[in-house]
């Protein structure tokens, strides 16, 4: 089977909740470990690559980045 292939700022749905309730993570650090923040609470995790592919329900729709925002890397 072929790897999931992950992105910044990819939201994704997870099988089981969080201890907050939330389903829903934002993919925050990619690497060998996966960094995800769960949108309810803002909590951060670290999960292995196979573990969050494991763990996908499915891939959400991202958020539209919004256009007041600054970002001084974008130049």
């Known amino acids: 089977m072929e790897p999931v292939q992950f992105e910044i700022g990819d939201r994704l749905r997870l099988r089981k909740k969080h201890p907050c309730g939330g389903f829903d993570w934002e993919v925050y650090r990619l690497g060998a470990d996966i ?12 999960l292995p690559r196979s573990e969050v592919e494991r763990r996908m329900k499915q891939r959400l729709p991202r958020l539209p980045k919004p256009e007041d925002d600054f970002d001084p890397y974008e130049l």
Do not use: A, D, K, Y
């Not at 960094?35 to 670290?46: F, K, N, Q, V």
């Open 35 to 46: 960094g995800l923040r769960c949108e309810t609470c803002g909590r951060h995790i670290l």
